[in-house]
């Protein structure tokens, strides 16, 4: 698996652009996974980390493949900054391991064929355990750290959705469930920044 860390420069009229619009921001991150025949060469999750106001934006890309950064720089006017590595999640997600985790994510329920984001701290700490027993991890220590409701656009169509911020420690419980889950990513709307979940050794 690859990581990237793309460093933003808000001086750049893209950079803002794509900030405006989580939307936006995929499709230009998606510019570093097609080959020349713009045929998409690998799936990719990312998330605009969590900061203060006013300092440098940060992004992080996870794929099983490398991306071609230079057609994104293209896109952003020279306005990024990547810095790479490369880990083997077999080896990191062994069973019983206990990690501290990032998870930026959309948590909802479906009712009436339609999904509802969650509004309560304690809906959306439910939600990630329930999330965490069928991604092979239990949460021994969760704790929401940011909400906000993210704007964007789709063409004509506006599309808002709740994005959630969990911090924590996890154990691993099912090691071929979470290397799958960090894969694909938790719960949806993935393409506006969500459900990369980023472990860190305890």
């Known amino acids: 698996m690859y990581l990237n860390r793309l460093s933003l420069d808000l001086g750049v009229p893209a950079v803002r652009r794509d900030l405006g619009n989580s939307y936006d921001m995929h499709r230009t991150l998606s510019r570093a996974y097609v080959d020349a025949e713009g045929n998409r060469t690998a799936r990719f999750l990312w998330r605009l980390e969590p900061g203060l106001s006013g300092c440098q934006p940060i992004v992080f890309v996870q794929s099983e493949l490398p991306g071609c950064w230079g057609a994104v720089k293209d896109a952003l006017a020279d306005g990024v900054c990547v810095e790479t590595r490369q880990?083997?999640?077999g080896t990191m997600c062994a069973e019983h391991r206990t990690f501290?985790?990032?998870?930026l994510a959309n948590p909802t329920v479906s009712r009436l064929g339609k999904r509802w984001g969650l509004v309560t701290e304690d809906a959306q700490l439910d939600w990630l355990g329930r999330q965490a027993v069928q991604?092979?991890?239990?949460?021994?220590t969760g704790l929401v750290t940011?909400?906000?409701?993210q704007h964007g656009q789709k063409g004509r169509i506006r599309i808002s959705l709740r994005r959630?911020?969990?911090d924590g420690i996890l154990h691993v419980t099912n090691g071929s469930a979470l290397q799958q889950a960090v894969r694909a990513g938790i719960g949806p709307g993935k393409a506006f920044g969500c459900g990369l979940l980023s472990l860190a050794p305890n």
């Open 87 to 89: 880990f083997d999640l």
């Open 100 to 103: 501290r985790f990032r998870l």
């Open 135 to 140: 991604a092979g991890f239990a949460v021994q």
């Open 146 to 149: 940011g909400s906000d409701v």
């Open 164 to 166: 959630v911020c969990f």
